[in-house]
């Protein structure tokens, strides 16, 4: 092989070079056989595809230029003070740098019922290792990462195991919080939930950045609501500015459950996220929710997938997005619904607001349907609000600033408000808040 | 209700009586036609020549073929987005010129009689024909009959085919020829600037409406014989004209290949309206570009059906890059067993304050596919812009399969996009009602079909939605059962 071939299969790995994955490996030597196996393979398969290119399909209208994998790196934990985020809790568990730090110190405050097993993935890979490999990335990646997940797959070293037998409900939320500490960075945050028979849980995911500097993330959740569960899941991405993030949301849903999820996004320079969801047995319900503030030069990649397995299942996706500044945002969803999915009912929609001229909102609702007794419908705007209601405001001596809060809350509420969680909505609302006060 | 019987009345029954409508077998015929010109199968360099040659063109449209060619043999199949049905095209067993070598004809004495012979078995009456005077038929590769020309000539009206039109008056068809739609716009257009013959060159000038429409009937008419005709209407400022083609073809065992390129001009405070009504035999690969320019305050709007096919590939495209220009996309379509029906709308914001709209309503049955595939551009620093998609499938049989690819990009917070989508199928009650008065489940799905379409149909003209009903009533026959 020549030199210039070599050059160019090195930049497709950027810093994830086979050099820092053999350190990686030997860092989590302790791991069982099986994981340390499918680690390798998903480097193996990491390093050999390639990067996007302009003309993939998943890719339209996304920046494939800033992509780069370079300048990376695996820090060590530091020692940095917790977030803010106020919710009283049933559980909690952080990760720094990829490293649950005081675990048994935290554990010690659980008041969990019998059964309900809230661990790292660690521990999981000992205690419970048959449940860990039934779910653990177990889905397909079918929305146009397969090198990113595969990289997840390769570095996750940590991540939250939560465990919910059948029938208990936790009416307090779990909260994971992950943070990237230090210039360059790279997270690999994963959650994984079990919601078996009938049980109840809510779990936050909480990705932050201990300081300003450019660091690189690719996190990756599955989501498993059994048999008539309610599973509530909520993400708030609030990395670095400078951060390059992927996030891989899989959810799989059972006959009768209802899984719920709201992924609030606004940090990072360029954030991609996918989100699957499979709804496998009559009576599954996936709702679908997103919100985004889009503001400076930042970029949001979202695609959807809701694929309809069997009849009667339903699904309802939201995603709205407030776009200031120069920032871009991408929707792209998909509804499947199978040949045998009969009686499907699949909503999909995407909102923009748009705040400023510079702004650019790009909307791919997709459907592709192969069953013919379904309702299934989907919609996409983009406008800024009602000049009517945008006068009312100016003339009341609201300023541009403060009536573009309030019009992003106002457009928001309608998605916030679907929160059961009053404690949730009020601190993902002040997310929120943060981003206009800066 | 009491021509329902007439509707769905058996193929036979049409051929006897061509009155009654038009041809039920939708043009399952062909005739052994001498042709005088034939440039043989493949596609090279010395076709594009020949091809040249017997047009007697000029060195630049020459060129321009050559260098089409190139374009077209260096770009890659679309099947990244696109069905990997195109792959079954094989170019090199497609006849790429046919002609009789006739002159176009002004009056039907001399139109041959074996093309009138076809024509009969299409189901224009005699009498019909007379009266549908402005119907401009292009028998394979060369405008074969026209004489609305003499009528709107005195307007100054001029409506030639494209050979005439590039060779008669290139001072006003060079300007725009391959400017709307340059040839290296996708693969299908490079080969159709490469190989194009045929099609209708019209330009109608400043302020004048034009009261009847413009027609073309379009067949192919020879087993492999791709047929690439060319349009390019240019209405000057404040002109109106509305076109209209239709086609049917002959069944053939293998498959052939039609790709168009239309291009439309509309100058400032012009309307042109096209009008489409695709019924290709179920082996024809319908690849078409269509796209129009609407300067300020001009209007342009494509009616555009499709019911005939394997695959087509469509999405016809209005650029508003004047002012307060208006751009409109109608679209229907059918697709039954074995067919893909891959069609959809594009609308490029170039001005402030532009609007276009949209509306795409398909119907498959059996195990016909349709796509919808759009494309909505806002850019930077307009305002006032504004766009509405409605797209809504019908689903009837279980196995029939429906797909929405949308692409929205809107830059800026002064203008306003929406886009709605919805699949469903026949309503259950809505049939039993049907029944109860005497229809059968096949009349009734028949009724149901065209009234979902039916706020669209009516924007065709008449003699048009007579037949775009009556080949909907033929798809839904054995439809249920």
Known sequence: MSAPTLSTARSTIGSFTPELFASHLASVAELPAWWLERKQAAYEKFAALPLPVRTDESWRFSNISTLSLEGFALRLPEKVTEPAFSIPTAAGLTFVNNVAVAVDSVRARFNLPSGVIVCTLGEAAFKHPELLKAHFMAQPQKLGSKKFASLHQAFVRDGAFIYVPRGVELTAPILITHIASGEGSAVFPHTLVIAEENSKVTVVDLFVSADASAQFACGANDLYAGHGAQLTYAGAQVWSRETLSFQFNSTVVRRDARVQSLNLHVGARQARHESLSQLQAPGAFSEMLALTVASLKQEFDQRTLQIHQAPNTKSDLLYKNALRDQAKTIFSGLIIVDADAQKTDAYQSNRNLMLSEDAEANSLPGLEIQANDVRCTHGATSSRIDPEQEFYLQSRGIAKEMADELLTFGFFEEVLSRLESEPLHDALHSVIKAQFSK | ?481
């Open chain 2, 1 to 481: 209700m009491a021509n329902i019987e007439t509707l769905v009345s058996e193929p036979e029954l049409a051929t006897e009586n061509p009155v009654s409508g038009i041809d039920q077998s939708r043009g399952d015929f062909s005739y052994d036609v001498k042709y005088a010109f034939d440039a043989g199968t493949g596609l090279n360099a010395a076709t594009v020549d020949y091809i040249s040659s017997v047009k007697k063109e000029a060195p630049w449209i020459r060129e321009f073929r050559h260098k089409a060619l190139k374009i077209f043999e260096s770009k890659p199949m679309p099947t990244h987005w696109a069905t990997k049905d195109l792959e079954n095209i094989d170019f090199s067993k497609i006849r790429y010129y046919l002609s009789q070598g006739q002159k176009p004809k002004r009056t039907w004495d001399e139109v041959p009689d074996d093309i009138k012979k076809t024509f009969e078995r299409l189901g224009i009456p005699e009498q019909e024909r007379k009266f549908l005077a402005g119907v401009e038929a292009q028998f394979d590769s060369e405008a074969a009959y026209s004489n609305i020309k003499d009528i709107v000539a005195k307007q100054g009206v001029i409506f030639v085919n494209s050979t005439e039109g590039l060779r008669e008056h290139p001072e006003i068809f060079r300007k725009f020829f391959g400017k709307v739609i340059p040839t290296g716009d996708n693969k299908f257009s490079a080969l159709n600037s490469a190989v194009f013959s045929g099609g209708s060159f019209i330009y109608v000038p400043k302020g004048v409406k034009v009261a009847q429409p413009l027609q073309a009937y379009f067949r192919i008419n020879a087993e492999n014989f791709g047929q690439f005709e060319r349009t390019l209407i240019i209405a000057d400022e404040g002109a109106e004209v509305t076109y209209m083609e239709g086609c049917t073809a002959p069944k053939f065992s293998t498959s052939t290949l039609h790709s168009a390129v239309v291009e439309l001009v509309a100058l400032k405070g012009a309307k042109i309206q096209y009008i489409t009504v695709q019924n290709w035999a179920n082996n024809v690969f319908n690849l078409v570009t269509k796209r129009g320019v609407a300067h300020e305050e001009a209007e342009i709007k494509w009616i555009d059906c499709n019911i005939g096919s394997r695959l087509t590939m469509k999405y016809p495209g209005v650029v508003l890059k004047g002012r307060k220009a208006r751009g409109e996309v109608i679209s229907i379509a059918l697709a039954n067993d074995g067919q893909h029906q891959d069609t959809g709308a594009k609308m490029i914001h170039a001005a402030d304050e532009t609007t276009s709209n949209i509306v795409a309503k398909s119907i498959s049955v059996g195990q016909g596919r349709s796509t919808y595939r759009g494309v909505v551009h806002i850019p930077k620093h307009l305002k006032g812009c504004k766009n509405n998609t409605e797209c809504d499938a019908l689903l009837i049989n279980s196995n029939s399969r429906t797909d929405t690819y949308p692409a929205i990009s809107v830059r800026g917070d002064r203008n306003y996009v929406q886009h709605e989508a919805s699949v469903s199928r026949v309503n259950e009650e809505m049939i039993f009602y049907m029944q109860q008065r005497g229809l059968t489940e096949g009349q009734a799905m028949s009724l149901a079909v065209n009234g979902f379409i039916n706020d669209l149909a009516r924007q065709f003209p008449m003699e048009y939605s007579v037949e775009l009903k009556r080949l909907i009533d033929l798809e839904m026959e054995g439809s249920v059962g």
